[in-house]
């Protein structure tokens, strides 16, 4: 009974149904999603929960049944089965709602095509008679025309050969350097051979100006594409860092298995240190070129740096500014792209598990994600926000000083249990912000309290709830003193 009903005996099959399951006609997104899920949990038992979120949020987009909705799915690289159902749902209230859209505005323009066919039939006499005199107004403006051409005609045959020459020269052309109609600068009689040289290199001049692009507009582009499977990956080429690094949330997207390493951490341009998880040790493709790299993995970075110890490994290697292309060897030039927009963004991650502690507010320890090793910090800027992967935990707006690590800053727990935050989870976008100036207040602080003030104090200090610290309640009791 266990060999011929047990789960290991119906794996097989249930691998077969979720490959060739594909959504329905009028099946709903969410009923897609309940079945992967359970058909994945069927057939691969054996698998690790992340294993198995990962594979069946590949067999969730293959099941949509539709290869450029499935495509805008995987553009914005959901982690999960659940985040893939989520952008999906998006993308479809999206389109839905642009159809609707486009098909009230193809009815306004078949609305107004009728209008006009009624209308056109129904022309008042005063438009008719606008219609004859605007006709009128064109035929005499052809019969001018005509008149003109002949009377020109005629003067020009009137004059000699020699005399019909220049003037037909005349209408058409005039000297570059004395500007009078009727000869070329080769043939002027007022320029010297050296004030005509002067002019044609100054004419030639104008003519390479018109492909130099200002300085202003210079794009530089520094990132090569290289493959992974069958992603195509856009990589920053930094020849000022010695290591190849990736951050981890690049890693786990790509399902990196990340191995021990002896580097912990890494020093930044501004002395501070970059954590480092462990090493990835994967084959990228660069074109025809297979190339067994070993990439460092780090929280506090964003996407892919190549760095010199992987560019040493290619041998020769051939960066032209001018055309911004490169090659390797005696490979074939590679074009260099712009890097992707989203990879200056800095967000705020979690430096370590925290535990928040219920109905109150915690400092929590965090770093920030930057592009390379020689970035500046700068001072930024969080807004309120809830935390999308706990309960009822929100951020507080707070300002973060000019530094990538040593940072807190407070979350509440609104929750009635306790809560732990995990290392490396992501919190929000950091705004940069702008000193204006610099102000320093100077607070004087009561030290002596009159006796009904002091009464006072005691009796706001004993209505606090039960659940407040003592922590919290001397700095109640000193913000009470001293205001």
Sequence with gaps: ????????????????????????????????????????????????HQTR??????????????PDFALKVRERHPEDLDSALRIALQLEVWTKEVDRLRGEKM?????????REVTKTEVAP??????????EVVDQKKRIAVLEAR??????QELPDEEKAAEVDKKSFACWGCGEPGHLLRTCPKKTAEEKRQFYKAYSSREAM????PIQDKQVRTCIVVKFRHYCINALVDTGSDITIAGSDFARRYSWKVHPHPVKTVKLANGECMIIHGVAKVTLYVRDRKVDSEILITPDLIGLIIGIDWLAKQGEFVWDFRYQRIKF???????????????????????????????????VPVRVTHRTRRDEARIGMIENNEVPSLRHVYSARSLIPAKFSGIKVPLLNADYRSQVIREGTKLEVLHEAQVIDKVTETVKKKEDLSPPEALAIEKIMKQLPDEVTEEQREKVKSLLKEY
């Design 151 to 156: 009377m020109a005609k005629h003067s020009i």
């Design 126 to 135: 005063f438009a008719r008679a606008n219609e004859a005199l605007e006709k």
């Design 53 to 66: 979120e990962t594979i069946s949020c590949d067999y969730f987009l293959d099941a949509l049944a539709d």
């Design 1 to 48: 009974m266990k060999r011929r009903f047990g789960g290991n005996a119906q794996a097989d099959k249930y691998r077969i149904e979720i490959r060739n399951r594909r959504r329905k006609t009028e099946e709903s997104l969410q009923s897609l999603h309940v079945d992967i899920r359970r058909l994945a949990a069927l057939a691969f038992p054996s698998l690790d």
């Design 329 to 363: 060897e005696d490979g074939g030039w590679m074009q260099l792209h712009k890097e992707d927009e989203n990879a200056h963004v800095r967000r705020l991650h979690v430096a370590e598990d925290t535990v928040l502690l219920p109905s109150q507010q915690t400092e």
């Design 210 to 213: 018109r492909d130099v692009r």
């Design 107 to 115: 009815q306004e323009k078949s609305e107004m095509k009728k209008t």
